[in-house]
C-alpha cells in the first residue's frame, strides 16, 4: 500500500511540473523611477542551482536585497546547473523557485536570461520561463523567439510620474555552444529585432531614441576594447585565449574591476556591436559567464561593457569575487550608469554560515 501510495505521489508530483504556473501578474509597466528619479537595478549571474542550495547563497541575497533595495532584478543565465545529473522538471523547477523567493517574496520585480548551461537541462526553456513566472512579481516573458533563442525582451520604464516610458531594458538570449563546443553568437535575426524594437520606439517617442541597457549571458565580442595588450612578462598581464585577438592583457586606464582570467566570446561577430552603435540608444551592455571578472569601462563609442561575477558558491569562481552588480540610473541624467560590485566578502561579518568555497 506504502509503495502504491509513493507511486501515485510521484506520478502527482511530475504531473504537476508539466502543469503551467500562474502567469506574471505583474508586467514592465510596473518598472518605474522612484520619487527621487531614480531606478536600481540588481544583476544576479552564475548561480547554477541545483534543488539544494546553499543556505548561504539565500542569506546573503536576502541581505543584500534588504541593504539594496533594487526596482529590479535581472537572473543573468546559468541560472540552474544544466549538467546536474538527474535533474527532473520538478527539480529544476525547486531550483528555479529557492533562487527567485528572495526576490519575490520582497515583491521586487524581476526578469531572466538564459545562459549556456540553463540549455542543457531536459526543461525547454518556454517552461523555464513559466517556472521563474511562478511568483507575482516575475515580468519576464519569453518575449521575441527564433530557433532556440527566447526570452529576447524590451521592458521599459516610466519616469517618476509614471507618465512617460524613457528607459529600455533589453534581454538577450545569447545562445550556447555548437556541436563543435564553440561558443554561439547573437544571431542575426535577434539584431533584427533589436533594430525594428528600438526603431518603432524611436517613433513613438516623437523621433527620439530612447536610451537602453542591454542583458545578456555570453560576454560581447568587443570586450577587448577595454584591454591593452601587454606580454608574458608582465605579472599583472592576463593571458586572454578565448577572445577575437589572444593574447596577453591588462585592463586599460579608467577601467574598474578586475580581469582575472580570459573572457569567453562567441567564435564569430554578427554585427551586434555596431548595430547598438548605429542605433545610438544602447548606454551599456552587462554579461556573465567568465564568474571571476568584474571590469567594466566605457569605450570610445560611449557603451559601458560590465562584467557580473558568479553570485552563488556553488559555481567555480574565485571566493573574494563572488557577489552581485548593482546598477543605478538616474532620470535626470540617462546618459549615466553608475555601478559596482557587492561581494560576499562585504558581508562577512555579519550573522551568515559561511561555508566559503564548497564548489560541487
Ligand atoms: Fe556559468
Redesign the pocket.
Known amino acids: 500500500m506504502k509503495r502504491f501510495l509513493s507511486v501515485i505521489l510521484s506520478a502527482v508530483l511530475l504531473l504537476t511540473a508539466f502543469i503551467p504556473c500562474v502567469y506574471a501578474k505583474n508586467d514592465s509597466a510596473s518598472l518605474k523611477f522612484d520619487e527621487n528619479g531614480k531606478f536600481k537595478i540588481m544583476l544576479i549571474?552564475?548561480t547554477?542551482y541545483t534543488d539544494q542550495v546553499y543556505d548561504e547563497c539565500t542569506e546573503f541575497f536576502n541581505l543584500v536585497l534588504d541593504d539594496e533595495k533594487p526596482d529590479l532584478v535581472v537572473f543573468m543565465?546559468?541560472n540552474v546547473k544544466g549538467y546536474w545529473v538527474g535533474s527532473t522538471p520538478m527539480s529544476v523547477k525547486s531550483a528555479i523557485s529557492q533562487l527567485v523567493e528572495p526576490v519575490a517574496e520582497r515583491n521586487i520585480p524581476y526578469t531572466a536570461i538564459y545562459?549556456?548551461?540553463d540549455y542543457q537541462t531536459l526543461v525547454a526553456k518556454s517552461l523555464q520561463t513559466k517556472y521563474f513566472n511562478m511568483y507575482d512579481s516575475c515580468i519576464m516573458e519569453n518575449g521575441y523567439t527564433y530557433l532556440h533563442r527566447k526570452a529576447n525582451c524590451s521592458y521599459l520604464i516610466k519616469d517618476s510620474k509614471g507618465e512617460k516610458d524613457i528607459y529600455n531594458l533589453i534581454t538577450l538570449d545569447s545562445g550556447t555552444k555548437d556541436a563543435e563546443e564553440k561558443l554561439m553568437p547573437v544571431l542575426t535575426q535577434q539584431i533584427d529585432w533589436y533594430k525594428e524594437t528600438v526603431s518603432s520606439l524611436k517613433e513613438k517617442n516623437g523621433g527620439e531614441v530612447i536610451p537602453s541597457i542591454v542583458f545578456q549571458?555570453i560576454p560581447i565580442y568587443e570586450v577587448e576594447k577595454l584591454f591593452e595588450k601587454s606580454d608574458e612578462t608582465n605579472e599583472n598581464a592576463v593571458k586572454c585565449s578565448a577572445i577575437a585577438n589572444p593574447g596577453y592583457y591588462v585592463l586599460k586606464d579608467g577601467v574598474d574591476g578586475e580581469l582575472r582570467g580570459s573572457p569567453k566570446v562567441p567564435y564569430t561577430n554578427t554585427g551586434e556591436y555596431d548595430a547598438f552603435a548605429q542605433m545610438g540608444d544602447v548606454k551599456g551592455v552587462f554579461f556573465?559567464?567568465?564568474?571571476k571578472n568584474t571590469y567594466c569601462g566605457t569605450t570610445d563609442d560611449g557603451i559601458m561593457l560590465g562584467a557580473v561575477p558568479?553570485s552563488s558558491f556553488q559555481?567555480?569562481g574565485d571566493n573574494d569575487l563572488r557577489g552581485v552588480r548593482i546598477i543605478e540610473l538616474d532620470e535626470n541624467d540617462l546618459n549615466k550608469i553608475e555601478t559596482r560590485c557587492v561581494f560576499y566578502e562585504d558581508y562577512k561579518d555579519e550573522d551568515v554560515s559561511w561555508k566559503g568555497g564548497n564548489y560541487p
Not at 556573465?288 to 564568474?291: E, K, L, V
Open positions: 549571474a552564475d547554477h543565465g546559468d545562459g549556456n548551461h549571458h556573465a559567464h567568465d564568474h558568479t559555481s567555480s
